[in-house]
């Protein structure tokens, strides 16, 4: 690889002149390989994707993955789910136990399955977030104690992924944005070798800090370390790497970035950074954080997605510009491709924005991405972006050495506007003459222009989607159309996991899974109760039964709750305010409370008679200020609620770790059933 990377010096441009001249050229050696622009599912972000209706659901499908129609994505990031909150919810891990094994819960194994049908030669790339609570030892907190039980467990996963699902995974990471152990990231890399996974490339460190490069001069002084990492992954490093980085010879990825609101400023974001990052930081693969926005609108780091598809029940998607900027690269270039030196085909425009250029194998196809995306359009989340200026220019790319015999190049256009004038995306504008070897271009501000000798770009399209709508009221469900493992639609899990069981004759109800606090990766945890969230945000006056029953066994939690208007979620759902019903249905108490943490104390008292490990039925009625809940329709308070806790999803769980079931769950308007 290194051979390949034979760039010389870059000369100076030439004089300002009228039109500022860009040499292309691969007479003194080709850049860096390129490794792919990709999407990640992770943190729980494509929950509301499984259950869109089909033919909605294979749209979104193509818009992301299929080749010469929309991102055409060329790296799919999944979570390896760890039973606990990872962003916007629970992904559940395949291991609950040491003794546990299973490979149909959750959505990413789907997932993975659509994207590799309409792609085959999508990479995939694999990295946990939270760890189940078995690989924990006491007090420590961190996967990496019983780092060889670790690695088995990642692993499996893996393995998991070829016999369930025939799909084989190329990277594997650590553990996100937490310190990487030394001896783990070793360990993981001999026993992949060992379990003949030596095609799976260890990607380390996905660093916490902005512009984090750390772990590059401990590889320099390390030889076993840097034998075991593969691939170097930064986060967010802002188009920038260090000295040190570059020194390694590793292939340098922003292995998750954008994150950023997915407006047209967004757009720009991400257009900017997937040229820049290779032109200021020699970076070659970069990866969104997220693939789709389809998590509950008010979760955090709401619509940070390529696109967006967070109501299933109305069908409801919209294309968003990033999925557009992508196209403009990933349509005309594929893995493995190699980028043009800086100064013979990759650099700084004169007049602002920048430019990239990449070859095939046999240097018969050559792609340029040019992008002008002034400051403010395209600031992304993070980290902050130093002032500069754009310009309209003129530029001539002057094609060189195995290019300067193309006598034409296909020219693909998006056109921002942050005005009334209405935006482009992805106009083909057919097809650009060579002449003497020069293509002339004039080149507005907030633009990206594609000039490329591969002829299969398209702009795909599918009908209109219907129209948004609310989430339906009144809702009902008895687990008895799922699948045993499935996670419930809707419900959103942002604490424990909860999964469809059969169970005799009572049917399906949905379990709560996790029997010991995890390996957390966000605070999520701390309260140590599971909860699942359903709904929306905006429900104010809202009435829900349940049936809750607890197993007759030790493993069964301590009691369960109901609870409405929770107005957190993500990390911060320890934090939530709403009004919760607690009931311990052995001790026949229950409590309620304003707030998930118990601090903003309503009522309590005796629930009259209760079967302790039998079926109750629970319900909680909101409306105004009012707040009433009964069990087995024994009303127990009607208390005035706190003035903040005005609206927010209804949420259920279990009020310690341990299991316990809920079967037919109904909301509804208060007074209309209830
Ligand atoms: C992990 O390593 C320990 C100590 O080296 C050993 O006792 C144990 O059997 C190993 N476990 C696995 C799963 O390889
Ligand atoms: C890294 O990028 C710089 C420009 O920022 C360029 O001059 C250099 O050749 C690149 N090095 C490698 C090894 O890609
Ligand atoms: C951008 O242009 C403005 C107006 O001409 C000027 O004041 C400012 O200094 C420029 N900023 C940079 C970073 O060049
Ligand atoms: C360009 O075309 C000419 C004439 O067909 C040929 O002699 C020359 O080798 C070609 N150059 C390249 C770089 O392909
Ligand atoms: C957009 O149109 C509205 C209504 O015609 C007008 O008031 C506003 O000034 C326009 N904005 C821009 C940026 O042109
Ligand atoms: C305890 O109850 C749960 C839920 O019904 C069940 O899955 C589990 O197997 C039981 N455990 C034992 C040890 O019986
Ligand atoms: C709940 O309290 C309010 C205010 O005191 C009262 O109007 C309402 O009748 C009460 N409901 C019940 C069922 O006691
Ligand atoms: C509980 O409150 C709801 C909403 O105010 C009301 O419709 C319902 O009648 C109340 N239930 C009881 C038993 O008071």
Redesign the pocket.
């Known amino acids: 690889m290194l051979g390949l990377m034979i760039c010389l010096v870059a000369f100076a441009h030439s004089p300002r002149a009228e039109a500022e001249i860009y040499i292309v050229a691969d007479g003194n050696g080709l850049g860096r390989l390129f490794d792919g622009i990709g999407g990640m599912s992770a943190g729980a972000t494509s929950k509301l994707l499984v259950n869109y209706p089909d033919t909605q659901r294979r749209e979104i499908l193509d818009y992301l993955f299929k080749p010469n129609f929309g991102a055409s994505l060329q790296i799919l990031k999944v979570e390896i789910g760890g039973d606990g909150q990872s962003t916007d919810g629970t992904e559940s891990s395949h291991m609950h136990s040491p003794e546990d094994e299973n490979y149909r819960r959750g959505y990413e194994w789907w997932l993975m399955v659509e994207a590799k049908k309409r792609n085959p030669a999508i990479k995939i790339y694999a990295l946990p977030w939270a760890f189940p609570g078995w690989l924990n030892k006491e007090g420590q907190r961190n996967p990496y104690t019983y780092a060889n039980v670790t690695a088995g467990y990642v692993i499996k996963w893996i393995q998991g992924a070829q016999t369930h699902y025939g799909i084989s995974v190329d990277y594997v990471g650590i553990w996100n944005e937490k310190v990487y152990d030394r001896n783990y990231v070793i360990t993981l890399r001999r026993e992949l070798d060992c379990a003949g996974l030596h095609h799976v490339l260890v990607v380390a460190p996905d660093a916490p800090l902005i512009n984090d490069w750390k772990i590059c001069p401990d590889i320099l002084k390390d030889p076993e370390l840097a034998k075991a990492v593969n691939i170097v992954g930064c986060h967010y490093p802002g188009t920038l790497t260090t000295t040190a980085a570059i020194e390694t010879g590793k292939r340098l990825w922003a292995s998750e970035d954008y994150s950023t609101f997915n407006d047209l400023s967004g757009g720009g974001c991400w257009a900017r950074i997937l040229n820049q990052n290779y032109v200021n930081g020699n970076i070659t693969a970069t990866i969104a954080w997220n693939l789709i926005a389809s998590y509950y609108d008010t979760l955090p780091y709401t619509r940070e997605g390529l696109m967006t598809a967070e109501t299933p029940w109305s069908g409801h998607y919209v294309v968003e510009s990033p999925i557009w900027m992508t196209a403009h690269t990933t349509q005309f270039t594929e893995t493995g491709w190699s980028y043009l030196c800086h100064g013979y085909g990759s650099g700084h425009l004169a007049g602002g924005g920048s430019y990239v250029s990449l070859t095939s194998p046999d240097r018969n196809q050559l792609t340029i991405v040019l992008e002008t995306m002034s400051h403010d359009h395209s600031q992304c989340i993070r980290p902050p972006l130093p002032e500069y200026n754009v310009t309209k220019q003129d530029v001539i790319m002057q094609l060189k050495g195995n290019f300067a015999n193309i006598s034409s190049l296909q020219v693909w256009r998006s056109t921002l506007r942050f005005g009334n004038a209405s935006s482009e995306f992805f106009q083909n504008r057919g097809e650009i003459k060579v002449v003497d070897g020069q293509v002339k271009l004039k080149l507005d501000v907030d633009e990206v222009v594609t000039l490329t000798s591969v002829t299969t770009g398209n702009k795909g399209s599918h009908p209109d989607p219907p129209p948004d709508t609310e989430f339906p009221l009144p809702y009902k469900e008895d687990f008895e159309n799922y699948v045993e493992d499935m996670e419930p639609y809707n419900f959103a899990q942002q604490t424990g996991v909860f999964e469809v069981h059969a169970d005799g004759n009572h049917g399906n109800v949905m379990r709560q899974m996790v029997l010991q606090i995890p390996i957390y990766w966000c605070s999520a945890e701390k309260l140590n109760l599971a909860i699942t969230m359903i709904g929306s945000e905006t429900w104010s006056d809202i009435a829900i039964i349940v049936d809750a029953r607890l197993p007759s066994n030790t493993s069964a939690a301590e009691g369960y709750f109901l609870a409405a208007r929770v107005n957190q979620g993500g990390c911060w759902v320890y934090q939530s305010r709403g009004v919760f019903m607690f009931v311990d249905p052995v001790r026949e108490m229950f409590a309620v409370y304003g707030s998930i943490d118990k601090t903003v104390f309503l009522a309590e008292g005796s629930t009259g008679a209760m079967a302790s490990h039998g079926w109750n039925t629970l319900s909680l009625s909101l409306k105004s200020t009012?707040a009433?809940g009964s069990v087995n329709g024994r009303?127990l308070f009607?208390v005035t609620v706190p003035e903040e806790t005005s609206n927010g999803f209804v949420g259920l769980g279990t009020t310690s770790w341990g299991y316990a079931d809920f079967d037919n769950i109904y909301i509804d308007n208060p007074g209309s059933h209830l």
Do not use: G, V
């Open positions: 009012w009433n009303m009607n």
